[in-house]
C-alpha cells in the first residue's frame, strides 16, 4: 500500500536531500489545499497583468505602426513593439525556470504534477504576436487556483479564457442568424473549433456520446465569447445566435443571450459520466503508466460521479486504491519530469538555472522530444512511453545526466550518496555499483540518471 518512496517518484517531482516524503496519503492532499509558498517565492506574471503590461501596448504599437507606416513613428512604433517581444521571450525563459524551481522547492510537489496535467488537458499557446508567450499566465491564473477545486470552475476558466478563445479561433465566431452577421452578410461566420474540443478533448472524450449536431449547437451557444485586449474575455451579445440551443438532448438558452448559459452547458458537460471515464483514465495513464487497472480507473470514475468532480476526491480514489502503489516501474518520464526530478535531487538553486536557462532547461527539453508549452495540437503531450523513449531522446537524456549537473552546482554529491537520494532504498544493486565504481563523481552522477530506475515513474 502506501509507500513514501513512490509517492515522491510517481506521485510528486522526485527525491529530495532536503524535503522529506510525505508520509500518508492524507498528507499528499492536505498540501494540495495548503498554502502555496513556492508559487510567491518563484513567481509567475498572472495573465492579467501580461494582459496589460504586454498584450495591450503591443496591439497600440501595432495600430501606431501600421498608420504612420514609413514614418519615424511609425518606425519608433515598430520598434518598440519587437522589444516588448523580446522581453517576453526573455519572461518565457524566467517562467521555465520558476516552474522547474518549484518543482525542486516544492513540500507539495503533486501539486506541479497536477498543474503540468491540467495544462496539457486544457492545451492553450498564442499563435501571434506576443501571445506566442502568454501560456505561463495562462495556467498561473486559470489552471493552478482550481487544482485542488472543481473540475467543472477550472473548465470555465480555461474554455472562456482569452488565450483558450485565441488559440481555437473564437475570438471573431459569431452566430449565423446573430446581430452582427446579419449586419455584416459574408464578412462574419461561426467557428466549431473550440466547441468540438470542449466535447472530444476537454470533457467527454473522442469517443464520447455526442454528435455533429451537438458540435454544431455547442458552437452557436458559444457565440458571443470574445475577449479585448484591455478587458480580457467578455461577452458580446451582438455576436450571440439568438434562440435557444440543445446540447446533448437539454435546451439552453433561449431569452437574452448571456454567458451564464455558456457557463450552465460546462457545468453539465463537467458532470456527465463519459466526462468523469474519460478524465479518469487520463489521470491513471499519466501518473500510472500507459495501460492502467481497470478497476482503478472505475474507482476514480466512480468518485468523479458521485461528488460531480469534486478534484480532491477525485484524486484521494486514486491514491486510496492498491493498484496506485504496486512496485512495478510505472511511466517513463516525460522529459521536464526527467530534468525537474534531476534537479530536485540535486537540490539545484534557481539562480544555478537562471544563469544558463537556454542550454540548461530550453535546448534539452527540445532535444528530448518536448518543445516546451508548444504541443503539435491541442490533444497536448502523447503519453505513451513510446513516444519519449526514442534513440535520438534518450542520447539527449544521457547527455544532460553526464555533462550538465557539474555546470548546476559548485561541487558534485558523491555518486553513493546520490544514488539514495535520487531512488531510495529502491535503488537496484546494479546502479549502486556502478554509481561507486564511476572514476568521477560527474560520471557516478550520470550514471544514476541515466539508469532506468530514474528514467520511470
Known sequence: MFDPILADIRFGCGRSPRIAA??????????LTGPDPVAETFPIEPFEIFLAKRVTPTNALFRLSKSAKGTRIGDEAHQAMVNITREG???????????????????????????????????A???????????????????RPHLAGRFEDMLIATATHPLMLHYLDQQ????????????????????????????????????????????RQLAELLTGLAFTEQAGTEFRPPLAEPGPETVLGKAYGGGKPTIDDIHAVLRDLARHPATAQHIAHKLAVHFLGDTPDPALVTAIAGVWHE?????????????????????????VK??????????????????????????????????????????????GLPEADAAWITPQGMAA????GFTLPQLMLDALPDP??????????????????????????????????????????
Open 89 to 123: 521571450r526573455k519572461a518565457r525563459r524566467g517562467w521555465l525556470v520558476a516552474h522547474v524551481s518549484r518543482r525542486v522547492a516544492s513540500d507539495t510537489p503533486m501539486r506541479e504534477r497536477l498543474e503540468s496535467f491540467w495544462a496539457d488537458h486544457f492545451t
Open 125 to 143: 499557446h498564442g499563435k501571434a504576436s506576443v501571445l506566442q508567450v502568454a501560456t505561463s499566465p495562462y495556467i498561473e491564473s486559470a489552471i
Open 22 to 31: 510525505p508520509d500518508s496519503i492524507a498528507a499528499i492532499l492536505d498540501g
Open 397 to 400: 537524456r544521457l547527455q544532460w
Open 334 to 379: 516525460m522529459p521536464l519530469d526527467f530534468i525537474a526530478s534531476a534537479c530536485r535531487a540535486l537540490d539545484v538553486p534557481s539562480k544555478a538555472l537562471a544563469a544558463r536557462a537556454q542550454m540548461l532547461l530550453m535546448d534539452p527539453l527540445r532535444l528530448m522530444g518536448q518543445v516546451w508549452q508548444q504541443p503539435s495540437g491541442p490533444d
Open 416 to 457: 553513493r550518496d546520490f544514488v539514495v537520494t535520487a531512488l531510495g532504498a529502491r535503488a537496484p544493486e546494479e546502479v549502486r555499483f556502478a554509481a561507486s565504481a564511476a572514476e568521477t563523481r560527474a560520471d557516478g552522477i550520470g550514471v544514476v540518471l541515466a539508469s532506468p530506475a530514474f528514467q520511470r515513474m
Open 307 to 331: 461528488t460531480g468532480g469534486d478534484l480532491p476526491e477525485v484524486y484521494r480514489a486514486m491514491l486510496d486504491h492498491p493498484a496506485a502503489w504496486a512496485p512495478a516501474p510505472g511511466d
Open 172 to 215: 471573431a465566431s459569431a452566430g449565423p442568424n446573430s446581430p452582427q452577421a446579419l449586419r455584416f452578410p459574408g464578412k462574419t461566420g461561426m467557428n466549431e473549433n473550440l466547441a468540438r474540443e470542449l466535447l472530444e478533448l476537454h470533457t467527454l472524450g473522442v469517443d464520447g456520446p455526442y454528435t455533429q449536431d451537438d458540435v
